[in-house]
């Protein structure tokens, strides 16, 4: 019998975006964005969208949180572990699914500019910087390696 905490679990399932750049002296940044609520340092994410696939999902993530576009690749880097909070006080243990982004574009505006604030770090100063537990973990564990993709495995997708 499948407990409410089970159906829990899987019912916060989210899809992140490692929106990531070389800098003119060839280091590795990754982009933070601030939550909405409570200003909090973290990756663009969000809920799966019903006909795209995850990799588009973090793009579309990326570019509503973040104002971001680039090259995504199919292939997950990694997840971490958060508490889902939700308005009504509830915290829901949840995963993020995260996808790496090689950004191509940053625009000027974008649909949550007036909510968030995007900054430009190097990955260890952004797992210092980040709210989660898990994504310290994560950015700091970070294989920047990891991030120069295989094209082939990659899609260039644009918002639509």
């Known amino acids: 019998m499948e407990t409410a905490a089970t159906k829990l679990d899987w ?6 975006a490692l929106p990531w750049r070389k800098s003119a002296d060839g280091e590795v940044r990754i ?6 609520t409570n200003a909090k340092w973290m990756l663009p994410k969000g809920w799966p969208i019903k006909g795209k696939s995850d990799a588009e999902t973090a793009l579309v993530e990326a570019f509503e949180e973040a104002g ?6 199919n ?3 990694g997840s971490y572990f958060y508490l889902k909070l939700y308005d009504d006080g509830r915290a829901v243990p949840s995963q993020a699914v995260v996808y790496p982004i090689r950004v191509t574009s940053v625009a000027k505006k974008w649909d949550e500019k007036k909510q968030r604030s995007r900054r430009w770090m190097r990955p260890k100063k952004a797992a210092e910087m980040a709210f989660e537990p898990d994504l310290k973990r994560f950015l700091a564990d970070l294989d920047e390696t990891a991030l120069s993709f295989d094209t082939s495995a990659s899609s260039d997708l644009r918002r639509k």
Do not use: F, N, W
Request: glycine share 4%; with cysteine.
């Open 11 to 16: 019912e916060c399932e989210q899809i992140a």
């Open 68 to 73: 971001i576009d680039g090259q995504v690749s």
């Open 31 to 36: 982009l933070l964005v601030t939550s909405r």
């Open 75 to 77: 292939v997950p880097i």
